[in-house]
Structures are given as structure tokens and as C-alpha cells.
């Protein structure tokens, strides 16, 4: 059971909108701690898609956003695209600064 | 460009020891923490803890305090992740991961990935 509580599977069809949640306590997110977002492909490493809670990195399509407020983050996917179909993870920390995963979305592009 | 590459899979008895290794290039070994994370067969990614190549500190999950250990060699550029008295839910994929140069609490560099095999 993962700390962070993300929706198992979600799907969309092509040039739809999804919305990946995560929720955490006031042990972890409700700290102010900030949250990260993975997408993570079959058999290769998993890739930074957000940092600090809504910024891109470099290369990352703008198709891909996140916000956070108190105990709840989302990451959200616009213009749903077939390669977006991946396993997108959100990371933050706990009050102890031990790292914590959320358990993992599988999103299937219809 | 920076790169991280891990050791080979390994097969391993239940109660044998195994050491994954994570050599790093293309930056400074030292100004970066390395993570480890588990991601078991069918399962998410799991945070097992971080060494500070600098100073050799660590920060390990609760989880995995007590068999499982983060070390380095600054002069090879590379971490290790040592785990004894192996289980078979040991079974997983090893990562290595380096933290970002944008925030120091998210990774952007990750290894291939060490599966460890635990059976008798």
C-alpha cells in the first residue's frame, strides 16, 4: 500500500483530456512538500515530467501540467496522444525526508 | 552527456548477499545525491533511500533499515547498494537515480535498472 494514493488505471481516447490524482496526508503533501511526476514506459527508466509541483522540464510537451493544494496533487494531460500511454508515478517526501511514491496509474489510450 | 549504468542482473539463493553498483559520468560525482529505488514484478516504484556521494551519508526508508546498505567510491564515480540475507521478496528491479539539477528532492538521471532474482 503506497503512501500516496493514486487511481490504479485511467483511460482516454486520442485528443481527450485526463486528470492523475494524488492524495496524501498531512505527514507528507500537507508538509508543503512539493510534488514530482514520472511517466514510466515499459522496460526503460522512468522520466521527470513535473517538478516543484507545475514546471516542465526542458522537452517535456506542454500538453503536460500539475498543480498541488494542501494534501492533493493532479497532473493533467491534454491533446491525449498514443504515446502517452505509459505508468505515471507522483513523488514527494514525508516529514522524516524519506521519499514517497504514489502507487502508480496506468493510462491506456483508447 | 550524464550517464548512469548499472551492474548486471543476478541471481541469487534466499539468505546470499548482492551488490549492484551504479557508475556515473558526465558531471560531478560528488554534487549530486544518488537514490535508490525497487520496483518488485507487477509492482510501482518504491523509494528505498539516498546517499550524499560527498560525504557518504545516507537516509534510508524505515522499510529498508537494517539489510539493505547505500555506499560509494568517490574515486570510481560510482554508488552500491548492498543488500544481505536476501529474500524472495527481494525480487525486483534495482534503480539508480540521480537528483535533478532543477530541485534536489526530484531524479532526472536514472540507471537501466539491476533485476535481482532471489530463489533457492
Known amino acids: 500500500q503506497s503512501v500516496l494514493t493514486q487511481p490504479p488505471s485511467l483511460s482516454g481516447a486520442p485528443g481527450q483530456r485526463v486528470t492523475i490524482s494524488c492524495t496524501g496526508t498531512?505527514?507528507?503533501?500537507?508538509?508543503?512538500?512539493?510534488v514530482h511526476w514520472y511517466q514510466h514506459l515499459p522496460g526503460t527508466a522512468p522520466k521527470l515530467l513535473i517538478y516543484?509541483?507545475?514546471n516542465r522540464p526542458s522537452g517535456v510537451p506542454d500538453r503536460f501540467s500539475g498543480s498541488k493544494s494542501g494534501t492533493s496533487a493532479s497532473l493533467v494531460i491534454t491533446g491525449l496522444q498514443a504515446e502517452d500511454e505509459a505508468v505515471y508515478y507522483c513523488?514527494?517526501?514525508?516529514?522524516?525526508?524519506?521519499?514517497?511514491f504514489g502507487g502508480g496509474t496506468k493510462l491506456t489510450v483508447l | 552527456q550524464e550517464q548512469l549504468v548499472q551492474s548486471g542482473a543476478e541471481v541469487k539463493k534466499p539468505g546470499a548477499s548482492v551488490k549492484v553498483s551504479c557508475k556515473t559520468s558526465?558531471?560531478?560525482?560528488?554534487?549530486?545525491?544518488i537514490h535508490w529505488v525497487r520496483q518488485a514484478p507487477g509492482q510501482g516504484l518504491e523509494w528505498m533511500g539516498w546517499?550524499?556521494?560527498?560525504?557518504?551519508?545516507?537516509q534510508i526508508a524505515p522499510k529498508f533499515q537494517g539489510r539493505f546498505t547505500m555506499t560509494r567510491d568517490t574515486s570510481l564515480s560510482t554508488a552500491y547498494l548492498d543488500i544481505n540475507n536476501l529474500r524472495s521478496d527481494d525480487t525486483a528491479v534495482y534503480y539508480c537515480?540521480?537528483?535533478?539539477?532543477?530541485?534536489?528532492?526530484?531524479?532526472?538521471?536514472w540507471g537501466q535498472g539491476t533485476l535481482v532474482t532471489v530463489s533457492p
Open positions: 537515480a540521480k537528483v535533478s539539477t532543477l530541485v534536489a528532492t526530484a531524479v532526472d538521471r
Open positions: 558526465g558531471y560531478s560525482f560528488t554534487g549530486y545525491f
Open positions: 546517499i550524499s556521494p560527498q560525504s557518504g551519508g545516507t
Open positions: 498531512t505527514s507528507n503533501l500537507g508538509t508543503g512538500s512539493d
Open positions: 516543484r509541483n507545475s
Open positions: 513523488q514527494s517526501y514525508d516529514n522524516y525526508l524519506s521519499g514517497v
